[in-house]
């Protein structure tokens, strides 16, 4: 399957060394693009140099999230209250994958926050994801929109991607698609061969994981191979982001990527 391109996450991948050392170890592995989900901890300019140093190609980052165990840790976008934190998060973001010429900026979405109705926060979140559609048209940089499944981040306020799928056609203008993650995909959903193929249009960038454990490929319950077959034969010319906790050492691991994609 040679039309397949997979790149690292650098959140997940390659932990056995600090967060500055992983573009190098990403490279010898053999990747040649990495995504990962907050920049902002660096200034872009080191990250821009550790990119052009490994010879990697930045795919994605996210929009800012709120600390660990906040209301806001899943994302600010459905919050009716904290508009200006939101747009504030755009725009950094926006900038931050300018200068490291990233594809793809994710804005996440966010848990609903309390007492607050689901209609109200979905509400917002649409009209959120509209402005950030005018912010980015332009810059060559477009927006992704992710399901996130119950179990993990239960409250999460997009509930399918069939409801994504109508955010992107909402918005329109091709400015925004669907984060097509088949971990998230396959614990709320399943049938993901089916849901890839009918969301084939609107999925600008696949994620990867196997379930229940979030482990690499082949360490679960989805038919990887399978998938990746029917990925390749859809002509899907996109990226395709590890995004797993790896079972042992990374390097190790990686062995799934001959072993299913023959």
């Given at each position: 399957?040679?039309g397949?391109?997979?790149?690292?996450?650098?959140?997940?991948?390659?932990?056995?060394?600090?967060?500055?050392?992983?573009?190098?170890?990403?490279?010898?592995?053999?990747?040649?693009?990495?995504?990962?989900?907050?920049?902002?901890?660096?200034?872009?300019?080191?990250?821009?140099?550790?990119?052009?140093?490994?010879?990697?190609?930045?795919?994605?980052?996210?929009?800012?999230?709120?600390?660990?165990?906040?209301p806001?840790?899943?994302?600010?976008?459905?919050?009716?209250?904290?508009?200006?934190?939101?747009?504030?998060?755009?725009?950094?973001?926006?900038?931050y994958?300018?200068?490291?010429?990233?594809?793809?900026?994710?804005?996440?979405?966010?848990?609903?926050?309390?007492?607050?109705?689901?209609?109200?926060?979905?509400?917002?979140?649409?009209?959120?994801?509209?402005?950030?559609?005018?912010?980015?048209?332009?810059?060559?940089?477009?927006?992704?929109?992710?399901v996130?499944?119950?179990?993990?981040?239960?409250?999460?306020?997009?509930?399918?991607?069939?409801?994504?799928?109508?955010?992107?056609?909402?918005?329109?203008?091709?400015?925004?698609?669907?984060?097509?993650?088949?971990y998230?995909?396959?614990?709320?959903?399943?049938?993901?061969?089916?849901?890839?193929?009918?969301?084939?249009?609107?999925?600008?960038?696949?994620?990867?994981?196997?379930?229940?454990?979030?482990?690499?490929?082949?360490?679960g319950?989805?038919?990887?191979?399978?998938?990746?077959?029917?990925?390749?034969?859809?002509?899907?010319?996109?990226?395709?982001?590890?995004?797993?906790?790896?079972?042992?050492?990374?390097?190790?691991?990686?062995?799934?990527?001959?072993?299913?994609?023959?």
């Amino acid at each position: 399957m040679t039309g397949l391109r997979f790149d690292a996450n650098l959140k997940w991948l390659f932990t056995e060394v600090p967060f500055v050392e992983r573009f190098d170890a990403a490279a010898r592995a053999g990747f040649t693009a990495v995504e990962y989900a907050s920049p902002y901890e660096y200034e872009a300019r080191q990250l821009g140099s550790l990119l052009a140093n490994a010879g990697l190609e930045q795919i994605l980052i996210n929009t800012p999230m709120g600390p660990a165990g906040s209301p806001t840790r899943s994302g600010y976008a459905c919050f009716p209250d904290l508009v200006g934190e939101y747009r504030e998060g755009v725009l950094r973001g926006l900038e931050y994958a300018t200068a490291l010429g990233a594809k793809f900026l994710h804005v996440v979405g966010g848990i609903v926050p309390e007492g607050v109705s689901a209609d109200r926060a979905f509400a917002r979140y649409v009209a959120n994801i509209a402005w950030a559609a005018e912010q980015a048209r332009g810059t060559g940089i477009r927006l992704l929109l992710e399901v996130q499944n119950k179990r993990d981040a239960p409250g999460f306020v997009l509930t399918s991607q069939a409801q994504a799928a109508a955010v992107v056609e909402a918005v329109g203008d091709n400015l925004v698609g669907l984060l097509l993650d088949f971990y998230h995909a396959q614990i709320d959903e399943g049938d993901i061969v089916r849901t890839f193929e009918k969301y084939r249009d609107t999925a600008f960038h696949l994620q990867i994981a196997d379930v229940p454990e979030r482990h690499e490929p082949g360490t679960g319950e989805i038919a990887y191979a399978n998938l990746f077959r029917a990925i390749e034969s859809s002509g899907y010319d996109g990226w395709i982001g590890c995004e797993y906790q790896p079972a042992t050492d990374t390097v190790a691991g990686l062995t799934w990527m001959k072993d299913l994609t023959q």
